[in-house]
Nanobody
Framework: QVQLVESGGGLVQSGGSLRLSCASS????????MGWYRQAPGKGRELVAA???????NYGDSVKGRFTISRDNAKNLMYLQMNSLKPEDTAVYYC?????????WGQGTQVTVSS
């Protein structure tokens, strides 16, 4: 079992930056994929960025060139650096992990970008 906790969300002006963090605990050695998803009001959950041991990193088209995903495996931490934020980035951001059999989700952290 894996537990995920996000932090770092908040209110920022358009063009600003935030860094989200995800702390994982439990059976972290079994994790083979992690990533960030987001859900805006009235919309479904969409991929923001992901990293896997075999395939490397990938990003949603809307955040390419602005967001960067990274991991500190020794500390069981994952980050999402968000630059040049836009109002359309406003959403609840969720940390995700998979062990190849089960999916795990954090509780979400709110990011609001004002215009």
């Amino acid at each position: 079992q894996v537990q995920l906790v996000e932090s770092g969300g908040g209110l920022v002006q358009s063009g600003g930056s935030l860094r989200l963090s995800c702390a994982s605990s439990g059976s972290t050695a079994a994790i083979n994929a992690m990533g960030w998803y987001r859900q805006a009001p009235g919309k479904g959950r969409e991929l923001v960025a992901a990293v896997t041991s075999r395939s490397g990193t990938n990003y949603g088209d809307s955040v390419k060139g602005r967001f960067t995903i990274s991991r500190d495996n020794a500390k069981n931490l994952m980050y999402l650096q968000m630059n040049s934020l836009k109002p359309e980035d406003t959403a609840v951001y969720y940390c995700y992990a998979s062990d190849g059999f089960l999916d795990y989700w954090g509780q979400g952290t709110q990011v609001t970008v004002s215009s």
